[in-house]
């Protein structure tokens, strides 16, 4: 493999990571293109999407070399993206050899999330506080905790089923809407909207959201618009979700529940 294969190959690599775990797009851009440059590769081009790299190195010498990648869009690891960060220095710097960069880049590809528990826990206490802040009673905040924390669990292990995100967010959102029914139904003094509110807070694709203005921002037009897409039809998925079981509730109960 020539060096300039090799390098491209690797920054490739990392931009790749970095594109899963949810970087913007320019970073991923100044990542892939500070490696190059680092080890005298000038001639080249790189361009990123929200789901895609396309880079290629050196075209006018018997070393080009040029690569695609498609990267499906994952949630947002942040730790992950330090940990690459810190490495892409490393490689431009020179303090760390292609061949170790590698190995420390399967060791960042594998650094863990958060534990279920603290997961759980966050989930909880995270939904509780939407629910007060936006209106909502002490009690509706403690029992939006409780259904955010039923909603973790439901997410754990729906991500095993290995649905798409689309039904997920449409799934996640009924249980959410379920669950504030029963606590409705059963007699207790909640305002059920405010619980339905900080519970959905965890499906809202804010990051995504942020992230296609940021784009657009910068004049990345198509990642931009990816990205908005994406988190319209995640709020369009959860309204799906929420709507439709209000709905059924109000035909049952003869709008007696609402």
């Keep these: ?43 080249c081009d790189v361009y990123v999407l929200s789901n895609g790299i396309f880079a290629s190195a050196n075209e006018a010498t018997i070393n080009a070399s040029s690569m695609i990648r498609h990267v499906p869009m994952y949630p947002m690891h942040l730790a992950r993206i330090a940990a690459l960060n810190n490495l892409c220095r490393l490689v431009c710097s020179k303090s760390i050899s ?47 905790t409780v259904v955010g924390c039923l909603l973790r669990v439901f997410l754990y292990f729906e991500a095993k089923m290995g649905n798409s995100k689309t039904v997920t967010n449409v799934l996640a959102s009924m249980f959410i809407t379920i669950l504030a029914m029963i606590f409705m139904i059963t007699g207790v003094p909640i305002h059920y909207d405010k619980i ?56 049952i109960g003869g709008g007696a529940y609402l």
């Design 98 to 144: 292609i061949d170790d960069a590698w190995d420390e880049l399967e060791r960042c590809k594998k650094l863990p999330g958060y534990n279920l528990p603290i997961m759980i826990i966050a989930t909880g206490i995270g939904c509780g506080g939407f629910a007060y802040l936006f209106g909502g009673t002490p009690l509706d905040g403690i029992i939006a």
């Design 1 to 43: 493999m020539s060096d300039t294969k090799k390098v491209l190959s690797f920054a490739v690599e990392l931009g790749d990571i970095l594109l899963r775990n949810g970087a913007e797009v320019y970073r991923v851009e100044d990542s892939v293109l500070a490696i190059l440059n680092s080890y005298d590769i000038t001639d």
């Design 196 to 251: 339905i509110i900080g519970a959905i807070m965890p499906l809202v694709p804010g990051i995504p959201l942020t992230n296609s203005i940021r784009d657009f921002i910068n004049s990345d037009y198509l990642s931009g618009s990816i990205r908005m897409i994406d988190a319209l039809l995640t709020a369009f998925c959860i309204a799906v979700g929420v709507g439709s079981i209000i709905t059924i509730v109000h035909l």
